[in-house]
Structure formats: C-alpha cells, structure tokens
C-alpha cells in the first residue's frame, strides 16, 4: 500500500524544493537576474519565475487533483523538461508510521498547496543570501498542517568549498525536523522583523514589547528559522504586507515544533484555496506557545484595530 497522502505531499514538496533551490543557485551564478519591479518595494527575479515553475509544474504533475496557489503569476507553457521531478524523499516516506489520526485519510479537494518559490526577493538581490528560502506550505481545509522551508544558502559563509542548502520540514502533530531546536535566552526578549518593509506601525507594535535586542533580517521563513532555531523569542510584524503563500509553511513547520503564528490579534489565518491572499491582520510569531499571550497583550489598542484581518 502506498504511504499516506500527506506524507507523499511533503516527501514530494521536499525534493522539488531542493531542486529549486539548485535553480536559484544557478541563476544567481549567471550574473543576470532578469529583475521586474511588480510594484512598490516589490521585486521579482528570474530566479522567482524559474523556481516557481520548477515546483508547480512537479507538484501538478504529481498531485493532479490538488489546489496549487504560487506567488508568481506565470505561463506553464514553456516549463524546462528538466525542471520536473517526481522524486519523493525517502527520509520523509520513512514516518509513515506516525502520522497523527486526523492526517490520516485527507482527502485532495480539501488541500491547498501554497508556494512561495523565493522568500526575501529584495534581499536576493542584494546578496544578503542566507535569507532567501523556497517555501511550500500544505493546508488542508483552512489549517495549515505541514510545510517545507528549504534555505539554498545555509553554509555559503564558511567558503566557495561549503555544502551548500538545508531543509526543514514539519507536520502539525508528528514534528519538525532538519534543525537543532534550542531555546531561546531565557533573560532577553529578541524579537525578529522585517528590514525592508518598515513603518511607523511596525516599529511601535516593536517598541510597545520593549525588547533587548532587534533583529532587522529579510523574509518570513528566515524569520521563523531564527524562531525555531533559539535565535528570537518573537517574530512581529505589524504590517499587511505579507500573504499566504509567505506564512503558510514556517506557520506548519513553527507549530510543528511547539511555537505559534497569528495575526496581531490572535486570530490564526486560514488557507482553504478560495482565502483573500494578503494577511491584513499582520504577524504574530513565538518560538515558545506559551509566550504568544504576552505579546498580544502588548499590542497597541490602535494598531489592533488598524490590522483587523477582513
Ligand atoms: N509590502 C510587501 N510587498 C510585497 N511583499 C511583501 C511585502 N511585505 C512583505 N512581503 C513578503 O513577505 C516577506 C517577508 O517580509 P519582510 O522581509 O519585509 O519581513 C518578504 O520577503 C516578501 O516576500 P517575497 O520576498 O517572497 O516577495
Ligand atoms: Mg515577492
Ligand atoms: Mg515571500
Ligand atoms: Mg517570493
């Protein structure tokens, strides 16, 4: 019998995200990133286009009867034959045996696969490498349940010779894995935000929980990586500028592993196919469950009710 649904989903997401990030790596070496500016503060690059093709048209192929939402509105008409993979990774294919019940017997119409094939454009182009990561995040009904963050960078400091990419993955009720969980210092309050998309709003969400150290880094899965890795307590974002396919996977991969992820008002977004894809609600991350509250009760009356999510 074949493995369950959800774990060919993610053993699939894993391999294609990998691929994608050689695609990204390759592109970068070319020198000619093709950048479009799709609006204010908003880039895409070849990288974004070719990558995203690479991971919708494997997932299509695989997964025919899936919900597939990318970033990237594209033509799938030219994809490279090369650029389609099959392949299913092995070690995810190995927890069959610990799938949690609800996971079980999910059924294709009722998933959305998000895909976000760059997170942290604007730091891409500035070669500020190590926070770009490929994001696939799989929802089934309106519940994120499992994500693949895939960081093609991870080691480029240590060297032209370095290995270079990681990948983490996570399932709501089974794990996370692919990184040492460490908990962040107990006596500070560090808290991770945007470095190119900053306001006034932003900053006084920031303020209003009196941190000890501020943390300015590009994407949300880099972001969420600090979480999950002890290097933040909190990821704050009080701003609408992020969408589904951005928050879906760390949100899996982070409550995988015992964090949370909100919008400043508490409320967890929803990722049905048929959602409004920007977050008005802004974000809300902890590394730790328990500390979610805490933030939230710092949040300023007037921004709270600025980012209520329509
Ligand atoms: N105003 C915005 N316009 C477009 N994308 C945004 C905006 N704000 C946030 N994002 C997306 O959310 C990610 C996290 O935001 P930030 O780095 O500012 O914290 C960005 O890398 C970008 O994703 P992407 O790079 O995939 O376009
Ligand atoms: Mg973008
Ligand atoms: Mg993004
Ligand atoms: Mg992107």
């Given at each position: 019998m074949s493995e369950p649904l959800i774990?060919?989903?993610?053993?699939?997401?894993?391999?294609?995200?990998?691929?994608?990030?050689?695609?990204?790596?390759?592109?970068?070496?070319?020198?000619?990133?093709?950048?479009?500016?799709?609006?204010?503060?908003?880039?895409?690059?070849?990288?974004?286009?070719?990558?995203?093709?690479?991971?919708?048209?494997?997932?299509?192929?695989?997964?025919?009867?899936?919900?597939?939402?990318?970033?990237?509105?594209?033509?799938?008409?030219?994809?490279?034959?090369?650029?389609?993979?099959?392949?299913?990774?092995?070690?995810v294919l190995k927890h069959a045996g610990s799938i949690p019940d609800d996971l079980k017997n999910i059924s294709a119409k009722d998933i959305c696969i998000w895909v976000d094939p760059l997170d942290g454009t604007a730091e891409f182009t500035q070669g500020l490498l190590d926070h770009v990561t490929v994001l696939i995040g799989i929802a089934v009904k309106e519940k994120a349940v499992a994500g693949v963050i895939y960081q093609p960078y991870y080691n480029y400091q240590n060297g032209p010779q370095?290995?270079?990419?990681?990948?983490?993955?996570?399932?709501?009720?089974?794990?996370?894995?692919?990184?040492?969980?460490?908990?962040?210092?107990?006596?500070?309050?560090?808290?991770?935000?945007?470095?190119?998309?900053?306001?006034?709003?932003?900053?006084?969400?920031?303020?209003?929980?009196q941190p000890t150290k501020i943390l300015r880094v590009g994407g949300a899965g880099h972001k969420v990586l600090l979480l999950i890795e002890g290097k933040a307590h909190a990821y704050l974002f009080a701003s609408p500028g992020c969408k589904k396919w951005d928050t879906c996977a760390p949100e899996a991969v982070l409550h995988a592993m015992g964090g949370k992820l909100t919008d400043v008002n508490g409320n967890f977004y929803q990722y049905h196919s048929g959602v409004k894809l920007r977050n008005d609600g802004g974000t809300l991350a902890t590394c730790l469950f328990e500390d979610h509250p805490w933030y939230l009760s710092k949040m300023p009356e007037a921004i709270r009710c600025t980012l209520k999510s329509k």
């Open positions: 774990l060919r989903l993610v053993a699939s997401s894993v391999s294609v995200a990998n691929m994608a990030g050689r695609i990204i790596r390759d592109i970068l070496k070319t020198g000619d990133l093709g950048i479009v500016e799709k609006g204010l503060n908003d880039l895409q690059t070849e990288a974004d286009r070719n990558a995203q093709k690479c991971i919708v048209s494997s997932l299509m192929k695989a997964f025919p009867d899936v919900a597939i939402i990318g970033e990237e509105t594209l033509d799938y008409s030219d994809v490279n034959p090369d650029w389609i993979t099959m392949d299913q990774d092995a070690d370095a290995e270079l990419g990681r990948t983490i993955w996570g399932i709501v009720g089974l794990g996370a894995f692919g990184f040492e969980q460490v908990k962040p210092p107990a006596k500070e309050r560090i808290i991770t935000t945007t470095r190119s998309h900053m306001d006034g709003a932003v900053k006084g969400a920031i303020d209003a929980c």
